[in-house]
């Protein structure tokens, strides 16, 4: 079963994925651009907010999801769910990288430096961005194709859990510093702020899944060969 698990649809669900987000991604960024009001104590720059927060949601849960993967490959001892946590790690990595590059950004024009080591969410995301790398990094210096998967699973637990203390930060800490709180307790956006803010998620977690089913598949085929390979030596 698991190994179909992508191949449980038909193939036009994948054509009205991509065309969904060639349509809705342009329309986001273009929102962010020009149509909310101009915070005026940050200036333009308060609209790389909408893209920020979208990709660092997804960036804080895809752990969860490649851990959830992993725990299963411990499990079952089948390939393929190493493959799906693999997959998903790839992308808690690349939308981290995201997170990094725009938060720095934002950051300088609100407090008036691109980053606060005194910062609670900052450094717990500094911690999940070194735990992700430290994946990658462990599973290139093993050979073995089971201790790679099984080490990978655990190592996945792991940055879920960092992922889960960043999510917390500003929610536990009774000091977090210059972050602000969650979006979502605030309640105080004027409705064009929430329109855009809820099309950007929209968006960038329409990307997240499209990546997802491009980056999973790679990933398959590049498991296969080397299955096949081994077994031919």
Same mark, same amino acid.
């Given at each position: 079963m698991n190994n179909r698990l992508i191949q449980l649809y038909p193939m036009w669900v994948d054509y009205f994925l991509f065309a969904l987000l060639l349509g809705i991604l342009p329309v986001a960024v273009l929102l962010s651009l020009y149509y909310p009001n101009v915070i005026l104590e940050q200036g333009l720059s308060h609209r790389i907010f909408y893209f920020h927060v979208s990709v660092a949601w997804v960036a804080l849960y895809a752990p969860a999801f490649s851990s959830l993967f992993g725990i299963l490959y411990i499990i079952r001892k089948e390939t393929n769910w190493d493959t799906l946590s693999y997959s998903m790690s790839k992308l808690s990595l690349i939308f981290s990288v995201m997170v990094l590059f725009s938060g720095p950004i934002w950051a300088y024009s609100?407090?008036?430096?691109? @980053? #606060? @080591?005194?910062?609670?969410?900052?450094?717990?995301?500094?911690?999940?961005?070194?735990?992700?790398?430290? +994946?990658?990094?462990?599973?290139?210096?093993?050979?073995?194709?089971?201790?790679?998967?099984? +080490?990978?699973?655990f190592l996945s637990v792991l940055c879920a859990l960092n992922a889960l203390l960043t999510w917390g930060a500003i929610r536990w800490v009774e000091n977090p510093g210059?972050?602000?709180?969650?979006?979502?307790g605030k309640g105080g956006m004027d409705r064009d702020m929430k329109e855009t803010f809820w099309i950007n998620v929209l968006a960038y977690h329409i990307l997240f899944l499209?990546?997802?089913?491009?980056? +999973?598949?790679? #990933?398959?085929?590049?498991?296969?060969?080397?299955?096949?390979?081994?077994?031919?030596?």
């Open positions: 609100a407090w008036g430096t691109p @980053w #606060d @080591w005194t910062d609670a969410r900052l450094q717990s995301f500094f911690i999940l961005v070194v735990s992700l790398l430290s +994946y990658f990094v462990f599973r290139s210096l093993i050979t073995d194709l089971n201790k790679k998967a099984m +080490y990978s699973s210059n972050h602000p709180g969650s979006v979502l499209v990546l997802f089913l491009v980056i +999973y598949r790679k #990933d398959k085929l590049d498991a296969k060969l080397v299955q096949v390979r081994e077994e031919l030596e």
